[in-house]
């Protein structure tokens, strides 16, 4: 496997379920990232792990949300008690912070999460 | 904070060129990055630029970086319908940080 992979694809919840989402980064990648993508926008950030520490949490991301990355390598991502408006795609991408401070971030293909 | 602005639309004949800009506000990033993001899919980086070069070429894609005026274009050579897509600038740093993306459309 050499890409970004985001597990679930696609999924459909009733509003106030919990959903958790998977995200596996290229492999050597020490940082993680949650974007948030809405219908006409670009990608907002939400959060940022290096290895296994969550280093910022956008204010976008309400108490509903949280992440984890517990060994530094996939990370779940979590939405409790779901809202229409949390119905979007959320990307999830990968980096390799080196010495020369490329930042180039690999994009996994998203879930797109519909809330009912 | 951080702003990426960019056109919303562009439409060109294919063969043509596309230029797509745009300006962005954080000057800090090392590296310069323009995404595409076809129907449904994620983001694929397309290509990037140092931020201490004023000019990258990559096959028919042009990069300029004006940093003074913190522009940044990506020119499109003889646009092929294929090249439909959005097209996202993306300075680079710790965090991406993308503005609302250029829909390019291609007519034949």
């Known amino acids: 496997d050499t890409g970004v992979s985001q597990n679930p694809r696609h999924k459909i919840t009733k509003r106030g379920q919990n959903v958790t989402f998977r995200c596996d980064p290229i492999?050597?990648?020490?940082?993680l990232y949650w974007y948030r993508q809405t219908l006409g926008q670009g990608p907002e950030f939400l959060t940022y792990?290096?290895?296994?520490?969550?280093?910022?949490k956008s204010r976008l991301l309400s108490d509903r949300f949280s992440a984890e990355r517990p060994k530094g390598s996939f990370s779940t991502l979590e939405i409790q008690r779901t809202e229409q408006g949390d119905s979007a795609m959320y990307l999830c991408?990968?980096?390799?912070?080196?010495?020369?401070?490329?930042?180039?971030?690999?994009f996994g293909q998203g879930t797109r999460l519909t809330v009912v | 904070g951080e702003d990426v602005e960019q056109s919303l639309f562009l439409s060109v004949r294919e063969g043509d060129s596309s230029v797509i800009n745009c300006t962005y506000t954080?000057?800090?990033?090392?590296?310069l990055y323009w995404y595409k993001q076809e129907p449904g899919a994620g983001l694929q980086l397309l290509t990037y630029?140092?931020?201490?070069?004023d000019m990258k070429q990559d096959q028919r894609l042009t990069v300029l970086l004006n940093k003074k005026d913190k522009h940044l274009s990506l020119r499109i050579a003889d646009t092929q319908t294929g090249d439909s897509a959005i097209y996202f600038c993306?300075?680079?740093?710790?965090?991406?940080?993308f503005g609302a993306g250029t829909r390019l459309f291609v007519k034949a």
């Open positions: 991408a990968s980096s390799l912070m080196g010495g020369a401070g490329n930042t180039e971030a690999f």
């Open positions: 792990f290096q290895n296994e520490a969550q280093l910022e």
């Open positions: 954080d000057s800090s990033s090392t590296y």
């Open positions: 630029i140092f931020s201490n070069m």
């Open positions: 492999s050597e990648h020490n940082r």
């Open positions: 993306a300075p680079g740093g710790f965090k991406t940080i």
